[in-house]
């Protein structure tokens, strides 16, 4: 399997028909993005799919961009990271990027969550 | 054991004599950090520590806060995360917080690989 | 008075109703902010309310968190700060965070104007 | 012509009707803006007006300021920026601070497209 | 007191003989900062000396800037702003910007307070 | 002329021997930047060399990378951006991501003049 193949394996499995975007705008960006962020890099060996989840997770929440997180809690899910993991990382969070940027990421957490029909637990 | 107790014991274990900081401006944080930071949130039981050092590692590559990631990637040493794990780390944000927040990371991880005779292999 | 109660008589003055939320997602990390935040850390004695609401909004104006700003801008006036304070914070912190910042920390001003017909001054 | 004047001639070239901003929030930031930012920083010599441009629009897709960055791709485009070229901006840019403010940039530019009717070639 | 004479006036006050730095790069901008940054912003009417400098050094804790933060720490003082609420700030700051950015912070008040024979108190 | 040669071509001519760092953290790292970040990105065809330096230049500031502002001040240079127009960059940028990392920015540059004893006007 090449690249290009990988990376849409990967897009595909993670988060479903993403590829399929056809504004013009975004045409060049999503093909890099597939054959090589997700063809190339995400699926290097050297991390398993799982940390890279939270890794991403993690920088995303840090940096406040709300439309990827949404994105990538779906990815993580994929890559089997748990609603109430992705909670305790919001919270830990919270104490190196802010409490801001925590509770964004819970709003979107909770959009997730409400959209899937997922569960997280009172206390973890 | 008390917050007060696990905060002592779980610093202590990732990070060595890091408690004993007596300059007169730290003072209180510290006590905050031991007690509440790491005794009550990195205490809690909802993500595996080697969890909470990825995604601590990667908020602080992302943000570019060097000197506590060079703190942080000895944590994730005690914590499991390998150097190789770590340089992966590194290429991976580079891709979702920018290429220079990876290279100033690779340079921390490259001052901790020297300074502990850590090994990390060409190619992961 | 104990931190929790001291929480919810600080968080319930400046922001009214905000405990309430039952949303899934932020039942926990809503209580540690209220017992800790609020609590331990808000009722510090070393730095005056509204001076903590001050650097609050700055913090929040220069870091682009626009949803928390418009609760704290709320808060800031149950401190004391002055909605034309307010304005001349946005001025002021355009030249350390950028203009951007705060055009955006100006339009969640005029928000909050609007929403409690408050007054600015044409010039302070 | 003074620094009001040529404040209200780049402006009113590179925005259109942006001066009549009649929010009481606004209005003495707006006069600062026009006076002083644009007619006194702006109206520089040392430095192209599409130079200028490009760097405002890089440092507004670094920081993630949308709402800005729909305005000065606007301002670009009366300062010889072409589509393509503002595409291009974003994919550069994706490499030092970030996929997603690249993809946050390319929907600000979609948007522009649509609205203005422009056009941009699948490859560049 | 025009503009220029006003912003001699605060930036000696605050920070003794800054504005004597005579290398090359830094000449024009000196003169924006001084005729423009202290003579026509830090003098307006609208906010306190020492509410200038409460949020100039939260926005510098928030956002890394600890060459500037050195600076304006000392200009703090000159506008009334006491070591011990300085260190409380950092704490405070630590909940809205991260842990990292207040650590740093104590450690830039630390350099301070070393440097000018000040003292903190054990607990605010 | 492959991605690889074309990485090694432009990499070389803007920075020098900059492929030879032979540190193992980096060995990976730096091959990715040589062939695919400067051979596939760098060499795309639809923006102009000393354009991508401006962006780059823009970013750098913008995002207080100073480690990296040093080496693309000096590829900026090879692509035919002058130490006036840097200088200029700095100022422009103060008001877009403030007046620290115009400061820092103008640090660096300074650095830069001195050691390849360039010139910058008093004006531009």
């Given at each position: 399997m090449d690249h290009k193949e990988k990376g849409q394996e990967i897009t595909t499995r993670m988060?479903?028909?993403?590829?399929?975007?056809?504004r013009p705008a975004f045409k060049e960006m999503i093909a890099i993005t597939s054959d090589?962020?997700?063809?190339?890099i995400w699926s290097?060996?050297?991390?398993a799919l799982r940390d890279r989840s939270l890794i991403t997770v993690a920088i995303l929440v840090a940096t406040g961009k709300e439309k990827q997180l949404k994105t990538h809690l779906g990815g993580a899910l994929s890559n089997g990271v748990t609603p109430d993991e992705m909670k305790e990382i919001m919270i830990h969070a919270a104490h190196y990027s802010g409490w801001p940027s925590a509770m964004n990421g819970l709003n979107v957490l909770q959009e997730l969550i409400e959209e899937q029909g997922l569960e997280v637990s009172g206390e973890s």
């Open positions: 988060f479903g028909d993403i590829l399929d975007d056809k090589y962020l997700f063809g190339e290097r060996e050297g991390l």
